[in-house]
């Protein structure tokens, strides 16, 4: 199951801090570690509160939904009160923000989220001579709802958005998305994975768009060796070599990243590994993190 629909069918199952992250000392390191929970989206299914406290017992203090898997809003937030986690952010489907964005705003104002992303916009959209400028009109207009409510609105990139878009004649879909949105009121979690893979230097973005990154997905990316998954949906073509990775086995460079970290504007990081098998792969990447000093 891909993260759309993924995401789809959990919501309609279910939609009835200014302190920054890193230390103030010289040696700076990560002190809240998120947990992207479609990285446990299996686990989650077949036992919510079990994974939850287990997440929590991991180390994690801050969990980013995609779906609440048949829970409601208020039970929810009462199984994160219960080990206690926060959930800062959500990710919700290109539909729902569409049609289901009052209601939406209120589940997350129960839960306790300060941002919504939109993390996908189909690909039948994206090759409409307006597609793309039809997101940036929603996702403004979104923006404009959820700031009125208190919540910031955010879109969350794969690979696809670095490829030259025909329908834009030649540009690249995010910077079409930066430039034709609002900055105060649509944001980016950016994929610091994905935007890799595109060809792109996230340091880059930082300094031309400097404070619009709140939330980063950190997940890793090795090079070398078999491919399982292509993630052609996710790139826009097939992987021909290189795989997903846990945070600090694979060919990012974190500490260059996260250096820059005041800069991009980042305050939550959410590690994700769409290909985990276990929760031994978020724990590799919790205790990777929880020591990294950069």
């Known amino acids: 199951m891909n993260r759309r629909t993924f995401i789809g069918t959990s919501i309609a199952t279910a939609l009835v801090t200014s302190r920054p992250v890193w230390a103030a000392d010289a040696a700076h390191h990560l002190d809240r570690i ?29 969990i980013e939904f995609a779906g609440y898997f048949g829970k409601s809003p208020e039970q929810a937030r009462a199984t994160l009160d219960r080990n206690g986690l926060a959930s800062p952010s959500e990710h919700v489907a290109y539909d729902v923000v569409e049609k289901k964005w009052p209601e939406t705003l209120e589940a997350a ?39 009125k409510a208190g919540i910031q609105f955010a879109y969350h990139n794969h690979a696809f958005e670095f490829l030259p878009s025909d329908a834009l004649g030649g540009k690249l879909p995010y910077d079409f ?3 034709e949105t609002d900055p105060k009121l649509v944001k980016m979690e950016m994929d610091l994975c994905w935007i890799t893979v595109g060809g792109h230097d996230p340091i880059a973005y930082f300094d031309r768009y400097p404070g619009r990154f709140p939330l980063v997905h950190v997940k890793d990316w ?17 992987v021909p070599e290189g795989h997903m990775a846990n945070v600090g086995s694979g060919s990012i460079d974190w500490k260059h990243i996260f250096a820059q970290s005041a800069k991009g504007g980042i305050k939550h990081y959410f ?24």
């Open 34 to 62: 998120g947990l992207q929970l479609y990285t446990v989206r299996e686990l989650m299914k077949q036992d919510f509160e079990g994974t939850l406290a287990k997440v929590a017992q991991i180390g994690y203090r801050e």
């Open 109 to 147: 104002h129960v839960v306790g989220q300060k941002y919504i992303v939109c993390p996908w916009i189909e690909e039948s959209q994206r090759k409409q001579p307006d597609g793309w400028k039809r997101a940036a009109d929603l996702f403004n207009h979104a923006g404009e709802a959820s700031q």
């Open 177 to 179: 998305l930066l430039a």
């Open 222 to 238: 090795a090079k070398n060796g078999p491919v399982g998954d292509t993630h052609a949906a996710e790139v826009g073509h097939p």
């Open 271 to 294: 590690v994700e590994n769409d290909e985990a098998k276990s929760l031994d792969d978020p724990r590799s990447s919790y205790e990777y993190l929880a020591k990294l000093q950069f």
